[in-house]
């Protein structure tokens, strides 16, 4: 779910991308007909993403909105049967996130830049003006500059599912889902 500055509140849905407006409610397919698995608004774009498809819809003199592909640029890239179950957006950044790659796309050039030398990608987590990721078996990264950096390999978070991650005064709390005790990084 996300909501756009006009409060506008779009859903990710399995007919498309939902849009409700406060009293009226419109559907838009996605663009090859699977179910839309993420969604963000940023500015007057609202990026989706589904199965090996993502891009952006936008807001026509119409009143409707079309949708462009960014995914169709880099199609020989993606992996197969991908989908892509998140999106966050960082300073002039938009992250497509499957459980094997990150994609991460430069908003002022379009230009592509890839996280993709880690095991099973569970989420990626934006806090504050970082953005984090776990790859397990291996640990929790931050994204610095479209690179992956190892921030910790705790063996109690390697392996345990990270379902949340917040801010702290003496650092970052993560929440597994498991019961590990506290972890602070």
């Known amino acids: 779910v996300s909501q756009s500055r006009y409060r506008f509140v779009y859903f990710a849905n399995n007919e498309g991308l939902l849009e409700f407006n406060g009293s009226n409610w419109n559907i838009y397919p996605s663009p090859n007909e699977t179910i839309i698995r993420s969604v963000k608004v940023v500015g007057d774009k609202i990026f989706t993403g589904c199965y090996m498809e993502f891009g ?5 003199a119409n009143g ?12 020989n890239k993606l992996i197969e049967d991908e989908h892509f179950w998140n999106i ?9 996130q499957s459980f094997n790659r ?13 996280i993709d030398k880690h095991p099973y990608i569970f989420r990626c ?11 397990i078996g291996e640990g929790l990264y931050e994204i610095i500059n479209g690179k992956s ?35 602070h990084v």
């Open 64 to 75: 409707f909105l079309k949708y462009t592909s960014l995914s169709q640029k880099i199609k």
């Open 149 to 183: 950096l190892l921030v910790s390999n705790d063996e109690r978070i390697k392996n345990n599912r990270i379902v949340e991650i917040y801010k702290r005064e003496e650092g970052r709390g993560i929440v597994t889902g498991k019961q590990i005790g506290r972890a």
């Open 102 to 114: 990150i994609y991460v796309y430069n908003t002022k050039d379009g230009r592509f830049q890839f």
């Open 56 to 60: 952006y819809w936008k807001r026509q």
């Open 88 to 96: 966050i957006s960082f300073d002039h950044w938009v992250l497509f």
């Open 125 to 135: 987590y934006k806090i504050n003006n970082s953005v984090y990721f776990q790859a």
